[in-house]
């Protein structure tokens, strides 16, 4: 049996087991937790993507202008068939053959080297700055991302919590309706109390079906930003007891305006003005450049000859070129590189300003949030308590029935006061590391 006919023989035989052996991995996010969240958008997300690609797309442009610092060799090629005269007639008494030459072809490189030039001066200058400003912009998009995908994970999770509270109260008043309906067959009260545990019932499955269809909403939103298709499952994982710890947040930090990216982004977007300035204010000096060349003449009065014979040349030289008068075009320029200078300054000036406002204003939604947050978790823990009681009475005849549905109604609203409070309290805080310029890409 044949090398080739053995091989074909062992696909046919494994066939099977190698296409049914193969599995589909799934890639798709299915039960995830905020960290996984955050690291999928870091990944994924357009706007992230897009800085990353600006990032490399201004790489390119750097490695062009600093080309030109490098040797500049070109070749060029010539052939002129003089048809009627010549250029080139022998002198009288030349042994050369006095006829007219019709055939004149040139053969040539050349090698340029600058040794100094302004133009590319500034790119070498500029290319620190510019490297690191499309470093911080990615950087930007990224802690924005971050930020994003946090509070609209937090708010999905509300909302399926606040669910999670509405299908308890759901059982709390099927419960109470199933107590009232059997007390009224009995004759101990009226259909009063019937009527009202049905009204609360349906009002709480009105509320459960608002919340499903508002988890369907954020959910979307939350798979946009983090740049998941919207055919894709998500479920989220969440530890309410993890969260109220992480809601913990160091108030007593101080605000450095130099940790906020948008800061940086201008601070470094001045520095890349002031090698623009120093462009236009060293524009008079000269450019000065070396030069050589080297060329192959060829000619003859017949074409097919022309090749036969060369007549080589070269030469190297230096190349000054001097900047006379340009009308005031430099002097100009250089004003408005100066103004634009000036611009960045009150930019710079106005962010500082913005951003001690973005922090006052977050520090005090962040405490005033935690203290509320505070205040409603005792809330829910004597809302439950008043509940069992007043259950526990009105089956013994001693309350009435609108005790009961008053007593549900304050356990529910407690309940998701705490969750939502809760909630705001995390992105609260999210927004204060952001105003402090502490929030970070890499999650925890």
């Known amino acids: 049996m044949s090398k080739k006919t053995y091989t074909l023989y062992l696909f046919i035989l494994f066939f099977p087991f190698i296409v049914f052996g193969q ?5 798709s996010l299915k039960v995830v937790t905020l960290k996984q969240c955050v690291e999928f958008a870091l990944k994924n997300q357009p706007a992230v993507r897009q800085a990353s690609i600006d990032e490399a797309i201004n790489e390119r442009d750097i490695k062009i202008s600093l080309s030109a610092w490098l040797p500049q060799v070109t070749g060029s090629g010539l052939y002129d068939y003089y048809f009627k005269g010549s250029p080139i007639v022998p002198s009288s008494g030349s042994s050369t053959n006095t006829g007219n030459i019709d055939n004149i072809s040139t053969l040539g490189l050349q090698a340029n080297q600058v040794i100094y030039n302004n133009d590319v001066l500034q790119a070498a200058k500029a290319a620190k700055y510019s490297r690191l400003y499309y470093k911080q912009n990615t ?11 946090s509070k609209a994970f937090f708010d999905v999770l509300l909302s399926q919590k606040q669910l999670d509270i509405l299908n308890e109260d759901i059982l709390r008043l099927q419960r109470s309706l199933k107590d009232a309906k059997s007390q009224y067959n009995a004759g101990v009260v009226d259909k009063t109390d019937y009527k009202q545990a049905t009204i609360a019932l349906n009002n709480s499955l009105a509320s459960r079906k608002q919340t499903e269809e508002a988890i369907k909403s954020k959910a979307a939103y939350l798979k946009q930003i983090m740049g998941l298709g919207a055919n894709s499952q998500l479920t989220l994982s969440y530890d309410s007891a993890r969260f109220e710890t992480e809601a913990i947040a160091d108030t007593n930090q101080r605000l450095d305006y130099n940790n906020r990216i948008e800061y940086q982004l201008l601070q470094t977007q001045k520095s890349l003005q002031n090698v623009n300035v120093n462009y236009y204010k060293w524009g008079f000096l000269p450019s000065l450049s070396a030069t050589g060349v080297y060329n192959l003449y060829y000619l003859s009065d017949s074409f097919s000859t022309l090749y036969n014979k060369s007549f080589p040349n070269a030469y190297v030289g230096l190349s000054l070129t001097l900047p006379i008068f340009q009308g005031n075009k430099r002097l100009q320029n250089l004003s408005k590189a100066r103004l634009q200078s000036d611009r960045t300054d009150l930019d710079i ?5 913005t951003i001690n406002t973005e922090y006052v204003q977050a520090l005090a939604s962040y405490k005033s949030n935690y203290t509320n947050l505070q205040f409603l978790k ?10 069992h ?6 089956r013994e005849g001693v309350k009435i029935y609108l005790d009961v549905i008053v007593a549900q109604s304050d356990l529910r609203t407690a309940e998701l006061n705490y969750y939502n409070a ?3 309290v995390l992105s609260s805080k999210i927004d204060l590391q952001k105003a402090l310029g502490t929030l970070s890409v890499q999650q925890n």
């Open 139 to 149: 950087t930007s998009s990224q802690i924005n991302v971050v930020a994003d995908v």
């Open 422 to 424: 809760l909630f705001q």
């Open 378 to 387: 005792e809330n829910v823990s004597l809302a439950k308590d008043v509940y």
């Open 389 to 394: 009681v007043v259950s526990l009475q009105y």
């Open 349 to 353: 000036t106005n962010a500082r300003n």
């Open 23 to 27: 599995t589909n991995i799934d890639t």
